[in-house]
C-alpha cells in the first residue's frame, strides 16, 4: 500500500532553520516526482518544491527560492525540505505528495495523486 508520512514540523523562531521528512512506504520514491506543498489558515494550497523522477530537476516557488531546498535520499527512501531563514509567512501545514514518473516537475496540485496527512510547521518569536 502506498503511503507517504511527513515529519519535522515544530515551532521554530523567525530566522530559524528546520528539515521537513517525507517517508515513502509501498512503492519507490525515487521512480516518481515529489511535492511539497503548504497550506496554511484560510489560504489556498500553494507549492513549494518539486524534485521529478532520478532527481533531474527541482523546482521551488518564487517565495521559497534561497531558502528551500528539496533533496532525496533513495538509501531511506525518503525526500527531505530543507527550509533556512523561516519567515512568519512560512507557518502552515506541509504536505508532500507523489506525482508520476517524469524528469520535470510541477507546482500544480493536480499533478500529484497521493498525498501525506501532513506535518504542521509554526514560525513564531
Known amino acids: 500500500q502506498l503511503q507517504l508520512v511527513e515529519s519535522g514540523g515544530k515551532l521554530v523562531q523567525p530566522g530559524g532553520s528546520l528539515r521537513l521528512s517525507c517517508a515513502a512506504s509501498g512503492f519507490i520514491l525515487e521512480y516518481y516526482t515529489i511535492g511539497w506543498f503548504r497550506q496554511a489558515p484560510g489560504k489556498l494550497r500553494e507549492g513549494v518544491s518539486c524534485?521529478?523522477?532520478?532527481?533531474?530537476?527541482?523546482r521551488s516557488a518564487d517565495s521559497v527560492k534561497g531558502r528551500f531546498t528539496i533533496s532525496r535520499d533513495n538509501a531511506k527512501n525518503t525526500v527531505y525540505l530543507q527550509m533556512n531563514s523561516l519567515k512568519f509567512e512560512d507557518a502552515a501545514v506541509y504536505y508532500c505528495?507523489?506525482?508520476?514518473?517524469?524528469?520535470?516537475?510541477?507546482?500544480?496540485?493536480?499533478?500529484?495523486?497521493?498525498w501525506g496527512p501532513g506535518t504542521r510547521v509554526t514560525v513564531s518569536s
Open positions: 524534485i521529478s523522477s532520478g532527481n533531474e530537476m527541482t
Open positions: 505528495a507523489v506525482g508520476g514518473a517524469s524528469y520535470e516537475c510541477g507546482l500544480q496540485s493536480n499533478e500529484y495523486d497521493e
